[in-house]
């Protein structure tokens, strides 16, 4: 079963998402919170999956993000929002989140994104993976520093990237690459010392500007 909190500052948003997600079998909210308890409700409750507003009155959901990052094994977190500004999908991603979904996700939609970020893959709804396409990086030398440490990778390391950048979970990288999950993981354990990063969403933000992840969509392959 994967244990779910919803924080929202809407009672009707987090009624909404709990009916949502209860609906399924192997899903359950076992807590919703608004901003100013969602630390502690998410401390008691120790849930795999935390969806989390971004945007709430009194306690902002980024600030939120960064309290519950310095948990002892924090849960995956992903931010809801109804809009998808530039600035907003980087800082939540750069702070630890696994993923942004829009409040105006499909029901069934909204079910599997739960799961993909319960079994630790990266969620991004379609229009906030436009926003990370059009983000320019900082500098130029930057970019250069980025894309030189993505050409370390192997051709493996590059495909179990690109999968990574697709959302795809270690288990479910074993199965389409017809490798052991040990094997994915110490796949991923050399992208993120290659690219000296410290989480999964943050080497797929390096692939991104690095151009990696826009070559394989436009060609249809992962290298």
């Known amino acids: 079963m994967i244990k779910v909190v919803v924080v929202d500052d809407e009672t009707l948003v987090r009624s909404g998402i709990q009916m949502i997600l209860n609906s399924s079998e192997d899903l359950l909210v076992v807590a919703t919170a608004d901003g100013p308890s969602a630390v502690e409700v998410v401390r008691r409750e120790r849930p795999n999956v935390v969806l989390l507003d971004i945007r709430m009155p009194q306690v902002d959901g980024l600030a939120v993000l960064r309290q519950i990052q310095k948990m002892s094994d924090?849960?995956?977190?992903?931010?809801?929002?109804?809009?998808?500004a530039d600035e907003y999908v980087l800082t939540a991603l750069r702070s630890g989140a696994s993923g942004f979904l829009l409040k105006d996700t499909e029901p069934d939609e909204l079910i599997q994104l739960v799961r993909t970020l319960a079994a630790g893959g990266i969620v991004l709804s379609p229009r906030a993976s436009c926003v990370l396409l059009r983000i320019k990086p900082e500098t130029a030398a930057r970019q250069g520093a980025e894309l030189a440490r993505v050409r370390l990778l192997s051709k493996r390391e590059r495909d179990v990237l690109v999968l990574i950048g697709e959302g795809f979970s270690n288990p479910e990288i074993s199965a389409l690459m017809y490798l052991g999950?040990?094997?994915?993981?110490?796949?991923?354990?050399?992208?993120?010392?290659?690219?000296?990063?410290?989480s999964r969403v943050q080497a797929v933000l390096v692939a991104e500007r690095a151009g990696l992840l826009r070559k394989s969509a436009a060609t249809g392959d992962p290298a």
């Open 74 to 84: 924090p849960p995956h977190v992903g931010m809801l929002t109804t809009f998808d």
């Open 181 to 198: 999950v040990g094997t994915v993981k110490d796949h991923v354990s050399s992208i993120l010392s290659k690219l000296r990063v410290s």
